[in-house]
């Protein structure tokens, strides 16, 4: 067995990385029912080409950037259960690490890198420093196209291994939390949402290729062509070119000459509708954002305020609030357990409510829930030692009515009454 050398005790002892044998990414033994070998690396063999249409794609960074910050900006809760209802926690251990998860790192750009990965490469990973057994101590983002999966006959997967530099470091299932969307062809990585939107990204990316050569390269493509039917000199042939461009010529304006009879003027331009990228761009854009969940509503030049708000609700229903709830349910199955049972993780609930429905609803369960309950249920917060009907203080009671109180005492008749 291999020992590990200075840099992984050292790291080991800092608790960065936990030394493994170099048998975590070898080859299951003989009898297993999973061989590694062809998984190491994800299915499609794009991933380390993700990051570079992500910085190639304008509507592939506007869509991903818009979800990742807007995640970013949502509060996280650590919550205890309790029955059916969920109980906020002040100032919860976790909490504390998420707001500062690591020396480099804020919760904003950890939950931002999260966020940004499933959406270009369908997983993200956090690598959990800290001692073997014990509660994390800090959060490390892994960049998704450096980890491996190396799966496991009997567990599913047996650990990762993350490639930096030409270095492999193998680390062990527990160390790291793997967040993926649903990949249907995939036991162990999530599908990316560019594999998609390839085709509309590679499209796109042609068409503004071709019209930044055209305008920028003129396609080595003449505006059009003097043809010289007589013939002349060579100086009367460069007097010719050079007068003709200083009259007619731009400067990015190309024009080709022929020697030969009379002057002619024969146009082998593009037409305008031949010019016309914007429609097919728009298409682009179009699809691109409905593959990412993002409303054209939402930055259409032609949508009125009205439609611009409704696309800011159905982004933040069905498309901001689901990946919340992914990564809120994987943080509360794989890291809230290191603090103790029956803990919750969720984000705060950002979807649009109606107010006077709840309203209306708190004003009819007061008749059926205690105090306590409704705290509960609809500000998330602790018991009170009044909440509970037992425990209620006590009325004064009511005045009778002078129908039945008792009659007033008889008194004797005055002296001197008939």
């Known amino acids: 067995m291999a020992q590990p050398n200075v840099i992984d005790r050292a790291l080991r002892r800092l608790g960065y990385v936990k030394w493994r044998p170099a048998s975590v990414i070898q080859r299951v033994e003989p009898g297993g029912l999973i061989d590694p070998a062809p998984l190491l690396a994800p299915e499609i063999g794009q991933a380390g080409q993700y990051a570079g249409v992500y910085m190639g794609s304008p509507w592939v960074y506007v869509a991903v950037n818009r979800i990742a910050e807007a995640a970013a900006l949502v509060p996280f809760h650590v919550l205890a259960r309790v029955g059916e209802d969920a109980i906020a926690l002040d100032d919860h251990p976790f909490e504390r690490l998420l707001r500062r998860p690591n020396p480099l790192m804020s919760r904003f750009e950890l939950i931002?890198?999260?966020?940004?990965?499933?959406?270009?490469?369908?997983?993200?990973?956090?690598?959990?420093?800290?001692?073997?057994?014990?509660?994390?101590?800090?959060?490390?983002?892994?960049?998704?196209?450096?980890?491996?999966?190396?799966?496991?006959?009997?567990?599913?997967?047996?650990?990762y291994v993350y490639e930096v530099d030409g270095r492999r470091v193998a680390l062990d299932g527990a160390e790291v939390v793997h967040f993926r969307r649903w990949h249907p062809a995939n036991d162990y990585y999530g599908l990316s949402a560019l594999e998609a939107a390839r085709l509309a990204v590679e499209s796109d990316r042609a068409m503004a290729d071709w019209n930044r050569r055209?305008?920028?390269?003129?396609?080595?493509?003449?505006?059009?062509?003097?043809?010289?039917?007589?013939?002349?000199?060579?100086?009367?042939?460069?007097?010719?070119?050079?007068?003709?461009?200083?009259?007619?010529?731009?400067?990015?304006?190309?024009?080709?000459?022929?020697?030969?009879?009379?002057?002619?003027?024969?146009?082998?331009?593009?037409?305008?509708?031949?010019?016309?990228?914007?429609?097919?761009?728009?298409?682009?854009?179009?699809?691109?954002?409905?593959?990412?969940?993002?409303?054209?509503?939402?930055?259409?030049?032609?949508?009125?305020?009205?439609?611009?708000?409704?696309g800011e609700r159905v982004f933040v229903e069905r498309t901001l609030w689901p990946k919340l709830v992914r990564i809120a349910e994987?943080?509360?199955?794989?890291?809230?357990?290191f603090y103790g049972a029956s803990l919750v993780g969720q984000f705060d609930d950002i979807r649009p409510h109606d107010r006077s429905q709840t309203f209306e609803e708190m004003r009819l369960a007061r008749g059926v829930l205690s105090v306590n309950e409704l705290r509960a249920r609809y500000f998330q917060l602790g018991p009170v030692p009044w909440g509970e009907p037992e425990s209620a203080p006590p009325t004064a009671p009511e005045p009778e009515s002078e129908a039945e109180s008792d009659p007033p005492p008889e008194t004797e008749p005055e002296a001197g009454a008939a």
Request: include cysteine; hydrophobic fraction near 40%.
């Open 112 to 159: 931002e890198h999260t966020v940004g990965s499933l959406e270009i490469h369908g997983n993200a990973y956090w690598f959990l420093a800290g001692q073997p057994g014990g509660t994390p101590l800090e959060l490390w983002p892994l960049r998704p196209d450096r980890v491996c999966i190396v799966p496991d006959a009997a567990r599913g997967v047996r650990g």
């Open 214 to 310: 055209y305008f920028g390269e003129g396609l080595a493509v003449p505006a059009g062509i003097v043809a010289i039917r007589e013939r002349v000199s060579d100086a009367d042939f460069d007097r010719l070119k050079r007068e003709w461009r200083s009259a007619y010529g731009g400067r990015e304006r190309k024009t080709a000459f022929l020697r030969g009879a009379a002057v002619e003027w024969h146009s082998v331009g593009l037409s305008q509708q031949d010019m016309d990228f914007l429609n097919a761009r728009c298409f682009n854009r179009e699809e691109i954002f409905q593959i990412f969940g993002i409303p054209v509503g939402m930055f259409s030049e032609n949508a009125t305020e009205a439609n611009a708000l409704v």
């Open 330 to 337: 994987k943080i509360t199955t794989d890291l809230l357990p």
